[in-house]
């Protein structure tokens, strides 16, 4: 059932972007991105993902698509398609710490824990709070 109601869901907003004529190059990157959160709102992650990707074919350099895109990838345990999207981010912005945390969470994961504590340092340096402390838990300085 669940199936149906994303179906239709995603059948109702492609028939709303063919309708719209107040664009006439049709939706932006932005409006992509924007109705991505309704779908990760309602627990639906592979149609945000769909939905970042839109964004980002509209605007190759819409770094937060690739963020959001790579932690919808990793709430799906595709750490895989999530570090490609983590790396896009940190080679765009490598002052981002939350890149950072997440792809530390993502190597985690994958069992790669010294990766992991690289970025996580990383990210404490760069100011993460959230990261700070955990490391502060483990005792470990940055």
């Known amino acids: 059932m669940k199936g149906y109601f994303a179906f239709f869901i995603i059948l109702g907003f492609l028939l709303s972007l063919g309708c ?8 932006t990157a932005k409006d992509y991105y924007a109705k991505a959160y309704h779908f ?8 945000a993902i769909n939905l970042y990707t839109l964004a980002i074919k509209k605007d ?5 698509a690739y963020y959001n895109r790579g932690v919808a990838h ?15 981010v940190i080679e765009m ?4 710490a939350i890149a950072y ?3 530390g969470s993502t190597y985690d994961r994958l069992g790669e824990h010294f990766k992991a ?12 709070k959230d990261t700070q402390e955990y490391l502060r838990s483990k005792n470990i300085t940055w």
């Not at 990760?40 to 149609?47: A, C, N």
């Not at 504590?117 to 993460?128: C, E, S």
Request: net charge negative; glycine share 6%.
């Open 101 to 103: 945390a997440s792809r």
């Open 20 to 27: 719209s004529e107040s664009k006439k190059d049709g939706p």
């Open 40 to 47: 990760i709102d309602s627990g639906l992650p592979q149609e």
């Open 93 to 96: 912005r490598p002052d981002l």
């Open 117 to 128: 504590l690289k970025d996580f340092k990383k990210a404490a340096q760069l100011g993460d």
């Open 60 to 64: 190759p350099d819409f770094v937060e």
């Open 74 to 88: 990793f709430t799906l345990r595709e750490y895989d398609k999530a570090l490609e999207d983590l790396n896009k």
